[in-house]
T-cell receptor, first 115, second 112 residues
Framework: NAGVTQTPKFQVLKTGQSMTLQCAQD?????MYWYRQDPGMGLRLIYY???????DKGEVPNGYNVSRLNKREFSLRLESAAPSQTSVYFC??????????????FGPGTRLTVL | GNSVTQMEGPVTLSEEAFLTINCTYT??????LFWYVQYPGEGLQLLLK?????DKGSNKGFEATYRKETTSFHLEKGSVQVSDSAVYFC???????????FGKGTSLLVTP
């Protein structure tokens, strides 16, 4: 199993450009998440999808859109990139454990720089 | 709302020293608690977890006990190694199927 995969690993954009970050998981998990990681801020939730066909805003959704394409894939789109979106983006997924706790599995991250 | 507070870093220790990273939380109900570790250039990995009060999570020599009376989940290791150098995140999940609330992370550097 590959677990959670993300593409691309690195990306440089100019202000105003658009791009889509891809995420896929092969663990048959229901829930998927997008976080951004900034120095001194920890991880902040951008959007999540509790199950296929649903998406919800997290703590910092402005400037982003998401698509839960199917159970495996959850993409994050920047329509008009801004320097404030320079960050490391992590995708994660979780299943419904028998105890109900929410263990998440993370991808390797995408390092995005917006000039 | 739910939140996690963990000690500021960076923490620098010599090899074989004792490690404590403090974590306290605020949450309604009975959250599950986690410690994740992030090695340089990598994503986060689950280190250990506890799902109810007085549970002790343990893995790779690390331990943390879920203390409901003090709303704490401090991470400890008796003898750190250079390979433990990483960023450690405390997190909570208040509802199964929903996202985690993370602390800001504590950077640990272990020197030979």
């Amino acid at each position: 199993n590959a677990g959670v995969t993300q593409t691309p690993k690195f990306q440089v954009l100019k202000t105003g450009q658009s791009m889509t970050l891809q995420c896929a998981q092969d663990m048959n998990h229901n829930s998927m998440y997008w976080y951004r990681q900034d120095p001194g801020m920890g991880l902040r939730l951008i959007y999540y999808s509790a199950s296929e066909g649903t998406t919800d805003k997290g703590e910092v959704p402005n400037g982003y859109n998401v698509s839960r394409l199917n159970k495996r894939e959850f993409s994050l789109r920047l329509e008009s990139a801004a320097p404030s979106q320079t960050s490391v983006y992590f995708c994660a997924s979780s299943g419904q454990g028998v105890t109900g706790y929410n263990e998440q599995f993370f991808g390797p991250g995408t390092r995005l720089t917006v000039l | 709302g739910n939140s996690v507070t963990q000690m500021e870093g960076p923490v620098t220790l010599s090899e074989e020293a004792f490690l404590t990273i403090n974590c306290t939380y605020t949450a309604t109900g009975y959250p599950s608690l986690f410690w994740y570790v992030q090695y340089p250039g990598e994503g986060l990995q689950l280190l250990l977890k506890a799902t109810k009060a007085d549970d002790k999570g343990s893995n790779k020599g690390f331990e943390a006990t879920y203390r409901k009376e003090t709303t704490s989940f401090h991470l400890e290791k008796g003898s750190v190694q250079v390979s433990d150098s990483a960023v450690y995140f405390c997190a909570l999940s208040a509802n199964s199927g929903y996202a985690l609330n993370f602390g800001k992370g504590t950077s640990l550097l272990v020197t030979p």
